[in-house]
Nanobody
Framework: QVQLVQSGGGLVQAGGSLRLSCLAS????????MGWFRQAPGKEREFVAA????????YYADSVKGRFTMSRDNAKNTEYLQMNSLKPEDSAVYYC????????????????????WGQGTQVTASS
């Protein structure tokens, strides 16, 4: 089992920055990857970013590439999502998630392929 506890988020003006944190505990050493997803009201959960823990490979949605960055503090067992140049369309509830097994890099972008989820945190970028 892996437990994920999120922190960060909030309200910021468009163009501003926020950082989300995801503290992982439990059998994290047996996990393949961690991802970030977001869900706006009335929309499906969409892929934001992912990192494969074995080699540090990162994957980003085109909509956030160049603005969002994943990083990790191994000592704290925490993943971060640094979000810069936020836009109103980035507003959503953001979730971190952990994936147990490698099933192909394509599946890093698929929410249903993840096994554990954080509680979600609201991010709002006002225009």
């Amino acid at each position: 089992q892996v437990q994920l506890v999120q922190s960060g988020g909030g309200l910021v003006q468009a163009g501003g920055s926020l950082r989300l944190s995801c503290l992982a505990s439990g059998r994290t050493f047996s996990s393949d990857a961690m991802g970030w997803f977001r869900q706006a009201p009335g929309k499906e959960r969409e892929f934001v970013a992912a990192v494969r823990w074995s080699d540090g490979s990162t994957y980003y949605a085109d909509s956030v590439k160049g603005r969002f960055t994943m990083s990790r503090d191994n000592a704290k067992n925490t993943e971060y999502l640094q979000m810069n140049s936020l836009k109103p369309e980035d507003s959503a509830v953001y979730y971190c998630a952990a994936k147990r097994r490698f099933t192909g890099t394509f599946f890093y972008r698929i929410a249903s392929s993840y096994d554990y989820w954080g509680q979600g945190t609201q991010v709002t970028a006002s225009s």
